[in-house]
């Protein structure tokens, strides 16, 4: 299901964020970057994005972890 949600809304952001100089000239058509490389807002959207992700798995299996260990070791001290 979310990979078909991604084919949906990935192409509606990705066209949204294209040339952005072009788009919004108020916002982004000062910056000369966005002017040489139109399509570097999508692309650093999408990273940033996946690097979210990337760090959210992380600090969440680390509580994971955390979580099944502070089980264990209740359940070791109600045993005695």
């Known amino acids: 299901m979310l990979v078909g949600l991604g084919r949906v809304f990935g192409p509606v952001i990705g ?3 294209a040339q952005p ?3 919004y000239p ?3 058509g000062r ?6 490389y139109p399509y570097l ?3 650093l959207f999408a990273a940033s994005f996946g690097l979210f992700l990337l760090v959210g798995q992380r600090v969440l299996q680390d509580q994971l972890i ?3 260990f502070w089980r264990t070791y209740v359940s070791f001290l ?3």
């Open 15 to 17: 066209g949204f964020l």
């Open 21 to 23: 100089a072009l788009k």
């Open 26 to 28: 108020n916002t982004f």
């Open 31 to 36: 910056l000369p970057v966005f002017v040489s």
């Open 41 to 43: 807002l999508p692309c």
């Open 66 to 68: 955390s979580l099944c």
């Open 78 to 80: 109600v045993a005695f």
